[in-house]
């Protein structure tokens, strides 16, 4: 999932700082930075800062069904009240357009939780709803990313759902 900061977004900021910590191989402490967040946005905060937190500590995790719990607490912010407003002031709106682009690539996240947990009907309904969801992303880098990532899930699970 690509980081989108919006200017002067002092939260996505401080994320974008624990995700180069992840991405640079110390998970420790971009778990615990993370840990920090979570605990002063809560499970009340801003739906992108939620959704987007939540994402990358589930990429932190060392059990898959952490990371799973993690992952459906993004989507769950996704999905929720604060995720469909599409209504409000600026901010809001393009807050709620950056929550649905992040929407593909959640399912996306899911389908590969639900795989490492062998739980592969779950992980099919998830690559499913990653592939309907995928029109809302723009045909750009981060787009073309998220398709790619979906495409090669699906010739991941490919054997796994012929060996069932």
Not at 55 to 84: F, I, S, V
Not at 106 to 129: I, N, S, W
Request: glycine share 10%.
């Amino acid at each position: 999932m690509e980081q989108r900061e919006m200017p002067g977004d002092a939260v996505m900021t401080r994320i974008g700082q624990a995700v180069m910590l992840l991405h640079a191989g110390d998970r420790e402490e971009a778990r615990n930075r993370f840990g920090i967040i979570w605990s002063e946005i809560g499970e009340r905060g801003d739906a992108l800062h939620r959704c987007t937190l939540a994402h990358y500590m589930a990429d932190t995790q060392d059990d898959p069904g952490d990371e799973l719990a993690w992952d459906l607490r993004a989507l769950t912010a996704a999905e929720g009240p604060a995720g469909e407003a599409a209504t409000g002031p600026d901010a809001e709106r393009r807050d709620a357009t950056a929550v649905r682009a992040l929407v593909p690539s959640l399912h996306l996240a899911l389908a590969g939780d639900y795989l490492k947990l062998q739980r592969f009907e779950a992980a099919r309904v998830h690559l499913d709803r990653a592939w309907d969801a995928v029109g809302v992303v723009e045909d750009d880098g981060y787009g073309g990313g998220v398709r790619s990532a979906i495409g090669r899930m699906e010739q991941r699970m490919r054997p796994t759902a012929s060996g069932e």
